[in-house]
């Protein structure tokens, strides 16, 4: 079964405006963290963004912002003010206490000018 | 501070010939990942260390790639003999421990393999 899934193979959004994009997780434990990463089409992956599934609060670093529902395990990412520099794959991923980092599928997202 | 080093940035090998990828982790981080990224499998995840120990080699594909990390500051991927079909970008990443502390995995920028 699919950890992490990113149900958006490729997004669009008019520059300024705001979009989500969209990750729902599997998981059966308490603990675990959740992430978001950019990766620019010159390839390194940037961190973005954490959510610990005991955080009541969402998280929000910058432009991003994290709309964590846990009883629905999402974890969307919501971008605001886009930017030409946010055309970028966005993936989602989880880490449980096993340590290792389980990523998405990605979602590629364009910002329109 | 300086991130996750990894070197070569870009490798172009013929079949057969090893293959080492370096990496450099974060000082002060106690886990390391390798990671591959192909268009067909998206980002798998091929061993961890923590600690300098091996916790998780279930995703490295076969017995021609090995990874060591032989002190805290350096690892490698080896692939020997490559094959086409390992081109791919390997990434290596650092994190730290500590229950929901480990708040990121930085990520180097990937080295880039083909193999022809």
């Known amino acids: 079964a699919q950890k992490i899934t990113q149900t958006q193979p490729g997004m669009f959004v008019q520059e300024k405006e705001a979009v989500t994009l969209d990750c729902t997780y599997d998981t059966s434990d308490q603990s675990y963290g959740l992430f978001w990463y950019k990766q620019p089409s010159s390839g390194e992956m940037i961190f973005l963004i954490y959510?610990?599934?005991?955080?009541?609060q969402n998280a929000t670093e910058g432009r991003y912002s994290l709309n964590f529902q846990k009883a629905r395990k999402s974890a969307n990412l919501v971008i605001s003010a886009s930017q030409l520099g946010d055309s970028a794959m966005y993936f989602c991923a989880m880490r449980e206490p096993s340590r290792q980092l389980t990523f998405g599928s990605g979602t590629q997202l364009t910002v329109l000018p | 501070d300086a991130g996750v080093i990894q070197s070569p940035r870009h490798e172009v090998t013929e079949m057969g010939q090893e293959v080492t990828l370096r990496c450099k982790p974060i000082s002060g981080h106690d886990y390391l990942f390798w990671y591959r990224q192909t268009m067909m499998r998206g980002l798998e995840l091929l061993i961890y260390?923590?600690?300098?120990?091996?916790?998780?080699d279930s995703g490295m594909p076969e017995d021609r790639f090995s990874a060591k990390m032989p002190n805290a500051s350096f690892s490698t991927l080896k692939i020997q003999p490559s094959e086409p079909r390992d081109s791919a970008v390997y990434f290596c990443?650092?994190?730290?421990?500590?229950?929901?502390?480990?708040?990121?995995?930085?990520f180097g920028q990937g080295t880039r393999l083909t193999v022809v």
């Open positions: 260390f923590n600690n300098n120990v091996p916790i998780d």
């Open positions: 990443a650092s994190s730290l421990a500590g229950g929901q502390g480990a708040k990121a995995t930085f």
């Open positions: 959510q610990g599934s005991y955080d009541e």
